[in-house]
């Protein structure tokens, strides 16, 4: 029976009114691309360093209408930011907001290459990463080009040159080509008037044992259970014990392993970030049980990412999952919007084992051999993935 109270509620709250406020982000604040959204919240772009002061025009219940340009707009969710007081709608947007770029520099900064780019404040940018060819693509919003030095240093191991135009009248595109076939993560952040972004370098020696590898067991604490089979099977439980057989299998073949948790607490998405950050992870792997559809059927077991250049890595895992006995594909996932997966510290693939909704696939998951089976095969795919890199980056032959 159909709530109309309810539905005009909701529909009450999804509405957008004006609104003449400056707001700045908190830190992980990231911009959304609409104004929909799905169990794991709106569809993101990126995240953006604290700090960065934006005009937001409109706003409902849980986000703001926020205005990165002239004429582009993006949303942000009310929870990442402080407001820092108001604004004239009938003030001059170009006059009052938009800065100069300037001179811009690429140095090698010891674990990374630095794209040092002048700006003239905190403004928000979008950024994105190809494979072919390989290249980190940087707009910058309410920012003017003025940018008519672009110093190259000597030993340059990711970054091969930069490149710099003006897609707008307010919109200032940076191109950083690479020389790397394969990506190992790169991090961005304002330092007075600098962005600077620093590009990971390739690993001198591509082994697993000579890589931090993370493990994040999904869920934990009294508060996230995950799902729960019919049994009374929980998936913190379940997660937890897998990303325990999985340390135990990377570290026999010497690589170095941070779990996110190691007992049933509770931990936020940010908490998990910091540490796998914090750590030096060269790959984060998230361990998962799914959820849904009919008890009495199988649907298997499924990988995902967040950004293309990490597709290889799913792709690896859940071949390996599939040569199972009795494992369905259930499928490969892109852009998918879980947060850990979301920042571009590292590569991050999300692990969906089994579904522990399924009377049969909960059966399964309840026998520890099918549970170290699954992790053996995790860790083949990424042994293979990290092979496939070094034959990519000319460390060793095909």
Known sequence: KRNLAREAAEAEKAKFYPTSVKVSTKKYSYLNYGAGTDRLGGAKINYLPEGIVM????ENANLYRVRLSQNRYAYIPKSQVEIKGKYSPDSDFMQDNVVLSGSSSVYNAGEYDRVSIGVGGKKPYIVKEYTDPHKIVVDLYGVQCNSNWLTHKSGLKSVDHIDVESIDSDITRYTIYLKTKSSWGFSMDYSGN??????????????????????????????????????????????????????????????????SRDSDVGMTIRERQDKFIENKCDIVLSIHCNAGGSPLSMLGTSTYYRYDPYKPLAEDILGYLLQMKDV?????????????????????????????????????????????????????GLTDYISECRVKEGQAKK
């Open 55 to 58: 005009y937001a025009d409109a």
């Open 194 to 259: 600098n962005l600077n972004l620093d590009i990971k370098h390739v690993p001198d020696q591509l082994y697993l044992k000579n890589l931090t590898i993370g493990i994040d067991a999904g869920h934990g604490g009294p508060q996230s259970n995950g799902a729960v089979g019919l049994s009374g099977l929980k998936e913190k439980d379940m997660t937890l014990d897998m990303a325990y057989t999985l340390k135990s299998i990377l570290e026999k073949q010497g690589a170095k392993v941070v779990l």
């Open 328 to 380: 369905k594909n259930f499928g490969m996932v892109g852009n998918f919007n879980f947060s850990l997966s979301a920042i571009t510290d590292f590569p991050c693939v999300l692990v969906e084992t089994l579904f522990i909704s399924s009377l049969r696939e909960e059966e399964m998951l309840a026998d520890p051999a099918t549970r170290r089976a699954m992790m053996e095969n995790v860790a083949k």
